[in-house]
């Protein structure tokens, strides 16, 4: 290819004195193209701005089209991503708007109201009984609800076992859960912007130098 330009201050020197506003938006597209190892090729005209000859028409809009599809396909992917961490975020809240709606948990309410070695018990595993329709802990509450030698036995393992011994709770696995989740999506989100940002980029510098080619 003749006349290649890969990089900004050799573009500038063939243009050999022509004016070039540099504020303008192609600049920035330049810059941004050539610090990705793009190369143009340029032809001069008697008057007025050189004209675009590599890269050309169809590979410009080849290489939009494939990057409008990829940032496409990313924006899905982080909209996920996004919906996973409100999800984690109002999984409590979610829980104690269920609950509600559990005869399992009002049962566990009356059993607290009448019965002083069953809330003691309750209180000391800290029970979550608000997460009562949640299928991971519905078994267990159901258990400690409904048999009494199993709530013995676990509040006796809260109680004494050195697993339990900086945080007396029995669903502190929830917690630990839900703030992994959130961190994960965090991250994740913050991956996939950053490759989306750079897709933006990108387009700009394409779109631009397309501008110039149709000139």
Known sequence: MAGVISNYNTFKEKL?????????????????HF???????????EKGFPELTYPSKPILKSKISLLTERKKVLQKHQAKWKQKRLEAKSYYLTNNVKKLTSPLYWKHVVKCATNKDYKSDSDKV??????????????MIKTFIND????????????KSIVYQKDKKVARFADDLRNFRITESDKKIE????????????????NELLKWSNK
Not at 126 to 139: G, K, M
């Open 126 to 139: 800290r029970l979550p009984a608000h997460l009562v329709t949640d299928p991971r802990w519905e078994p």
């Open 16 to 32: 050999n004195g022509k004016t070039f506003d540099e504020s303008k938006p192609l600049s920035k597209a330049l810059q941004h």
């Open 191 to 206: 991956e996939l912007e950053n490759k989306l940002n750079e897709i933006r980029e990108d387009l700009f510098s394409l």
């Open 35 to 45: 610090s990705k190892k793009g190369v143009i090729s340029i032809k001069s005209k």
């Open 148 to 159: 009494e030698d199993y709530r013995k036995q676990l509040t006796e393992t809260v109680d």
